[in-house]
Nanobody, 122 residues
Framework: QVQLVESGGGLVQAGGSLRLSCTAS????????MGWFRQAPGKEREFVAT????????YYADSVKGRFTISRDNAKNTVYLQMSSLKPEDTAVYYC???????????????WGHGTQVTVSS
């Protein structure tokens, strides 16, 4: 069992930056692929970014490529999402996700965090 707790959300102006963190419980964190998804009001949960167990392989949604960076620190059981050049359309609840395989779709996620709100004002 893995428990995920996100932090770092908040209100930011367009063009600003935020860093989200997700800390996992358990001793098997380094064996999981980690990812971030987001869900805006009235929309489906969508993939944002994913990183493999070693941190050497990452993949991003086209909408965030070049603006967001995912990273992980296995010694701290933590995955990060550095978000820059934020846009109002990035406003959503951001969810941390863990899976045994690359997590680019919700069906591959084994564990979810409870989410953290990111609001970007124009």
């Amino acid at each position: 069992q893995v428990q995920l707790v996100e932090s770092g959300g908040g209100l930011v102006q367009a063009g600003g930056s935020l860093r989200l963190s997700c800390t996992a419980s358990g001793r098997t964190f380094s064996s999981y692929t980690m990812g971030w998804f987001r869900q805006a009001p009235g929309k489906e949960r969508e993939f944002v970014a994913t990183i493999d167990w070693s941190g050497s392989s990452t993949y991003y949604a086209d909408s965030v490529k070049g603006r967001f960076t995912i990273s992980r620190d296995n010694a701290k059981n933590t995955v990060y999402l550095q978000m820059s050049s934020l846009k109002p359309e990035d406003t959503a609840v951001y969810y941390c996700a863990a899976g045994r395989t690359i997590v680019t779709v919700t069906t591959r996620v084994d564990y979810w965090g409870h989410g953290t709100q990111v609001t970007v004002s124009s």
